[in-house]
């Protein structure tokens, strides 16, 4: 018996010795390039009223966040304008270099809470990835906070 299973299990090997491995193929992911806009197009905006006990009807305060396009927005450099009321503010937005090369996009999303928002990018694959959160505190000031980290 222990020589007819010796002899099947090197048959078995011999004929399989010349069978070539399958390769399993992985679907690849189709990344989508973006190009930015020319200097100073919105690229996104995410905009929320203010409401307020005796909120005036004639005014109407927003917090509001935009994202332009930058002469060297093509290297992920952008100009960020936060405004809450009447307070406005205007810092630049590094997103991190990409190891294939690709040019982000930068995307605002709503946040979880009231006057908050959260901005990412998109790598060209439709997959919103959060890299800050941006709200109205509890002194009404405006904060951003970086949330993530991407390094490769």
């Not at 973006?34 to 995410?46: H, L, R």
């Amino acid at each position: 018996m222990n020589r007819i299973f010796l002899l099947l299990t090197i048959t078995l090997g011999m004929l399989s010795c010349g069978n070539k491995a399958t390769e399993i193929k992985q679907p690849k992911v189709i990344l989508k390039a973006w190009n930015p806009p020319p200097a100073g197009t919105v690229v996104d905006e995410y905009k929320e009223r203010i409401i307020q006990d005796g909120l005036d009807k004639v005014n109407e305060f927003y917090f509001k966040v935009t994202i332009k396009a930058t002469d060297s927005s093509k290297l992920g450099y952008y100009a960020l304008e936060l405004e809450k009321g009447e307070n406005k503010n205007e810092t630049d937005l590094a997103l991190p270099k990409w190891p294939d090369g690709s040019t982000l996009k930068p995307i605002l999303k709503k946040g979880d809470k009231q006057y908050e928002c959260l901005l990412g990018f998109d790598i060209g694959d439709g997959i919103f990835k959060e890299f800050y959160k941006i709200k109205v505190d509890e002194k009404g000031s405006i904060v951003m906070k970086q949330t993530m980290g991407y390094y490769h």
